[in-house]
């Protein structure tokens, strides 16, 4: 005789298991921390945009400038010892009296912040610099062709040294013409931000 044959699942348990086939499960592709921390990062990316666009930094004029004598002849000033400045022709509409300018020398990493004192009223030559100005050497060399010249303030004098023992030395010449978001320094972007400055 031949015993019935029973089924290997038990009743409850094929019953259940059906009932989880009939229920829609979805797929756990991203766990809970890492779909916080990417909404995080996405919110930190907005904020450094948002700061990129609104906020501004200097921009920079430089040239050269030259301890000198002062002549009076541009200069209405009674100093004797100043820095003469000399600047790209693009800059002059920006040079005003008591406008900051940074004095360095190439071997020495110490800024002076000086003021300028007076601006002529034109542009000047290569050769009236060194007439009007009494530039020689490597300093009447350094300019060839019209710049914009500032007289600046050159007392205290650094080191505390006299003034009088740095005429002839030469500076490199910082001024802040102005200002532009951070976003235009970008590639791409900043030509975008340029044209709507």
């Known amino acids: ?3 019935p044959r029973r089924p290997i699942f038990r009743a409850d348990a094929y019953k ?3 009932e989880g086939k009939e229920k829609g499960v979805l797929p756990n592709l991203v766990s809970p921390p890492v779909f916080a921390i990417c909404w995080v990062l996405v919110g930190l990316l907005v904020v450094a945009a948002g700061l990129a666009w609104f906020a501004r930094v200097p ?3 430089s040239g050269e400038a030259v301890i000198v ?3 009076l002849e541009l200069s209405n000033r009674t100093d004797d010892v100043v820095a003469v400045a000399f600047f790209p022709p693009e800059t002059f509409p920006r040079l005003r009296v008591g406008a900051r300018v ?3 020398q190439e071997q020495s990493a110490e800024r ?3 003021s300028i004192v007076a601006v002529p009223a034109h542009l000047i030559g290569p050769e009236a610099a060194i007439r009007e100005l009494g530039l020689s050497g490597g300093a009447a060399q350094r300019i060839t062709k019209p710049v914009a010249v500032a007289f600046i303030q050159f007392r205290p004098a650094p080191e505390g040294l006299p003034a009088e023992a740095y005429v002839g030395s030469v500076y490199r010449a910082e001024m802040q013409t102005g200002s ?3 976003m235009s320094l970008m590639p791409t972007i900043g030509r975008l931000t340029q044209s709507s400055e």
């Open 16 to 18: 259940r298991y059906l």
């Open 102 to 104: 940074f004095l360095r």
């Open 1 to 3: 005789m031949t015993e």
């Open 69 to 71: 004598h002062e002549r």
């Open 180 to 182: 532009r978001r951070i």
């Open 59 to 61: 921009t920079f004029a």
């Open 112 to 114: 002076l912040e000086r």
